[in-house]
């Protein structure tokens, strides 16, 4: 992929968050934009570093192993957003800082034991289902409270806010209400803050709905292809 191709989206992906945030009084600088970057190779992934981004995000834990012995000298931060698979969080727990999708205990589990090994924590977004997708996991609303309590005592994970992601459609607008309603529940929930509990961010949007994610409240926009476009493997 040509770098100036990858510098010509980044820039793109800039600019329009900056709008969206115009439109609803808020900074850019509240919005962390993480590069997804599944199938993505490594050479792209350096260009996309060149042009200022600071924030990867894998899907597959085993693809981030992979990848990572050639990336671990530049300065980056690492996300795991993909689904996890409790025998793979060995994989992803020493490298990365963020992990977006968290919903069963026994995964917190499995993260609390390698992270506590390693003497490190991680920063949890909890994952929820909004739209209540068949195909999606996550947890349902009614769930939720209670799944934060039990994580107390997981004193490695640190709780930072909650994750989603919207059905794919058309037209954004048409998936305001998931983001709206997740900035609802962090709201409502901030309330069991303590410990490490620390309920402050939203991990939501992306490539085609980040805008409208922006509007909402996002503060961790994960986007692949309005970055990568024309380099896609």
């Known amino acids: 992929m040509r770098v100036e191709v990858l510098k010509c989206n980044y820039e793109r992906v800039l600019k329009e968050i900056k ?25 792209t992934m350096m260009l996309a570093h060149s042009v200022g981004i600071k924030h990867f995000g894998e899907n597959r834990a085993q693809e981030l192993r992979d ?36 919903w069963r205990i026994e995964e917190a589990k499995e993260i609390q034991k390698r992270a506590d090994k390693l003497g490190k924590n991680i920063k949890i977004f909890v994952e929820v289902n909004i739209a209540g997708e068949s195909t999606k996991a996550g947890l349902n609303e009614v769930e939720l409270k209670g799944f934060l309590k039990e994580l107390r005592v997981y004193d490695r994970l640190e709780i930072i806010g909650l994750m989603t992601m919207a059905p794919y459609v058309e037209n954004p607008e048409e998936v305001r209400w998931v983001f709206r309603r997740l900035r609802e529940k962090l709201n409502e929930l901030k309330n069991l803050n303590g410990g490490n509990i620390k309920l402050e ?26 970055i990568f476009r024309g380099g896609e493997k």
């Open 19 to 43: 709008v969206a945030c115009e439109n609803v009084g808020r900074s850019p600088d509240e919005i962390t934009i993480v590069a997804v970057t599944k199938n993505v190779d490594v050479n």
């Open 67 to 102: 990848k990572y012995p050639e990336l671990e000298d530049l300065d980056v931060t690492w996300h795991f957003i993909g689904r996890i698979q409790t025998n793979k969080v060995k994989y992803f727990v020493p490298i990365c800082e963020y992990v977006h999708s968290l």
């Open 201 to 226: 961010h939203l991990s939501m949007g992306m490539s085609n709905d980040y805008r409208i994610a922006v509007e909402e409240g996002a503060t961790f926009v994960r986007i692949g292809t309005a």
